[in-house]
């Protein structure tokens, strides 16, 4: 049933993607006109919906907060008649996640929604309060990412209630609460997504991605974490390179360095970075702490190095590839000395697909009918990892990036672009009903 409803959702796309270009509005129905003038009609309200999460502390590890913002996020989600329930992150040590859940008509197709209730800017941080700006910005811990993001996806969902269209979908809403530091195991902690997505048809993410309002995201990168040890035959620094005595552990990590570098470094949308490197007589490296600490002096042979490290890939074939390069390398020891390499797989990818491509071409196909001009696909490389990653592969399409647009996300200088709020929520609100469909 799932694959009949998604070839036919994919027939409808195709054929509005297909559509004639459209003038400011004129491409659109009655019913999307009265969509398009309930997102105006609450824009104002979701603004102060917007400043009221912003102004609660949500760090992650501050978990009272993130569940405080849940229930604030919950209330408006029952609002619209969503049965809401909150899922305990105790086993995973976390706050928890907010889930919301709407049937629609039978046989209405089913539609995962994705956003996160949490920041980086934890309780002890100097970035805490809202402050608008001017009539168009605001600054505020997690504005665009993403408090903003939830705000322009329950205001989609209101202007489809208000136009009463909104029984025509089925939709299940997952926010998170610890997208930016998220608890393992992944197995756990995005269990209840990976369920969703495993029932939806379509999946739509609200984090951002570039902040430019004319791109969205078909594919972002996987993270997957690396610890490179190496070892040497410790001597006086003069019998280095000699029979016996060999390069030390200094001069192998540096070839494997180099010859991932050399190797990898050109291949498009993988990137590779050694983060951190300690060596010497004695090295140790704290992964978790993101510290190290090493003993050697300069006269003699460096026993021990230790590299933390990360890398970045577009689909789960590549990042395998790439590891098994890496692998290689590793394995191709200088004289007298050993390495080892070990993978920790974060995030997964978020690999591009013409399902994914079919949805943002219906994306962009409603933002021209709007009068808002087009949307392009973001290189996956202007953003990081995201819970939208986790439906790879369950989904027949999926699009992230369509939250509120911002700047400096994850620092002091967040800032969001206010305009983007109404924009986008009618581009989605229009993109949903012609899920359903209609146009």
């Not at 089913?110 to 002890?124: A, C, P, S, Y």
């Not at 805490?128 to 329950?154: F, I, Y």
């Not at 990360?310 to 020891?333: F, T």
Request: glycine share 10%; aromatic share 6%; charged share 25%.
């Amino acid at each position: 049933m799932k694959c009949a409803r998604v070839l036919v959702r994919l027939a409808v796309l195709s054929l509005i993607a297909a559509a004639p270009p459209a003038c400011a509005a004129s491409g659109l129905s009655s019913t999307e006109r009265r969509i398009v003038a309930a997102v105006d009609r609450h824009a104002p309200a979701s603004l102060r919906l917007l400043e009221r999460a912003v102004s609660v502390n949500s760090g992650t590890m501050n978990l009272e907060g993130v569940r405080e913002v849940g229930r604030i996020f919950a209330l408006e989600f029952e609002a619209l008649g969503f049965k809401t329930e909150w899922e305990d992150g105790a086993s995973w040590a976390r706050a928890g996640h907010l889930i919301a859940r709407r049937e629609g008509r039978p046989g209405s197709p089913r539609i995962l929604l994705i956003g996160h209730l949490d920041t980086v800017f934890e309780k002890d941080s100097p970035f805490q309060r809202w402050e608008r700006l001017d009539d168009s910005t605001a600054h505020g811990p997690g504005v665009c990412d993403m408090k903003g993001g939830d705000v322009v996806m329950l205001l989609a969902l209101r202007s489809l209630a208000d136009a009463r269209v909104l029984d025509r979908l089925s939709v299940v809403a997952v926010l998170s609460g610890d997208e930016e530091k998220a608890g393992v195991p992944h197995s756990i902690s995005r269990r209840s997504l990976v369920e969703a997505a495993d029932w939806a048809d379509v999946a739509i993410g609200f984090e951002d991605g570039d902040g430019d309002p004319k791109t969205a995201v078909v594919a972002r990168r996987g993270a997957t974490n690396w610890r490179l040890r190496t070892s040497g035959r410790p001597a006086h620094s003069s019998q280095i390179f000699r029979e016996g005595f060999g390069y030390g552990a200094i001069f192998e990590a540096a070839r494997i360095l180099d010859a991932f570098r050399d190797s990898l470094s050109g291949e498009k949308y993988l990137t590779f970075n050694p983060g951190v490197m300690v060596g010497g007589t004695t090295a140790s490296l704290d992964p978790e702490a993101s510290r190290g600490s090493a003993f050697g002096k300069s006269n003699v042979i460096a026993e021990s190095t230790s590299v933390g490290g990360d890398l970045r890939a577009v689909s789960v074939e590549q990042r395998e590839s790439a590891k098994e390069r890496m692998r290689r390398i590793v394995d191709a020891h200088l004289p007298l000395t050993g390495a080892k390499i070990e993978f920790a797989d974060g995030y997964p990818p978020l690999a591009p697909s013409d399902g994914n491509r079919r949805l943002l071409a219906a994306f962009d196909r409603a933002s021209r009918d709007l009068g808002f001009g087009p949307v392009t696909e973001m290189d996956p490389r202007m953003a990081g990892a995201a819970d939208i990653s986790f439906a790879d592969g369950r989904v027949e399409m999926a699009l992230d990036g369509v939250g509120l647009m911002g700047d400096g996300c994850h620092t002091v200088g967040e800032t969001a672009d206010l305009r983007t709020l109404p924009i986008n929520g009618k581009r989605v609100a229009v993109l949903l009903w012609r899920l359903a469909g209609k146009k």
